[in-house]
């Protein structure tokens, strides 16, 4: 399984992106989908997940109301659309595969397991989004 995270670059404070994760290797709907960053001299967190059925969505604190996780199964591709952006969400974003999301319990999400890096298989190589203030 390869994930291809795309779709980052340079905004203004305010701005929106919208980031994509392409699936290759296995069908999307196998797995859940993680997103996570990692801002320079910061440890990596996760930013939002996304089960197998698209109604589960979890969002870290401090993207809740302005991102929004969604997934097309028929195109094989995650998407996270960052609306609302401000310098603090400066970081390398990356895309990451669950395959046991189809066994996750809702308290995996409310409990915030979906944040642990070791849940997720496989990982994409990362896109650099910068937010100019």
């Known amino acids: 399984v390869q994930l291809q995270a795309s779709g980052g670059g340079l905004v203004q404070a305010g701005g929106s992106l919208r980031l994509s994760c392409a699936v290759s290797?296995?069908?999307?709907?196998?797995?859940?989908i993680g997103w996570f960053r990692q801002a320079p001299g910061k440890e990596r967190e996760g930013v939002s997940c996304?089960?197998?059925?698209?109604?589960?969505?979890v969002y870290a604190d401090s993207v809740k109301g302005r991102f929004i996780v969604s997934r097309d199964n028929l195109k094989n591709t995650a998407y996270l659309q960052m609306n609302s952006l401000t310098p603090e969400d400066t970081a390398v974003y990356y895309c990451?595969?669950?395959?046991?999301?189809?066994?996750?319990?809702?308290?995996?999400?409310?409990?915030?397991?979906?944040?642990?890096?070791?849940?997720?298989?496989?990982w994409g190589q990362g896109t650099l989004v910068t937010v100019s203030s």
């Open positions: 990451a595969a669950d395959r046991q999301g189809v066994l996750r319990a809702p308290g995996y999400y409310s409990g915030g397991y979906w944040r642990e890096s070791r849940n997720y298989e496989f």
């Open positions: 996304i089960g197998i059925s698209a109604s589960r969505t």
């Open positions: 290797g296995s069908r999307l709907d196998d797995y859940a």
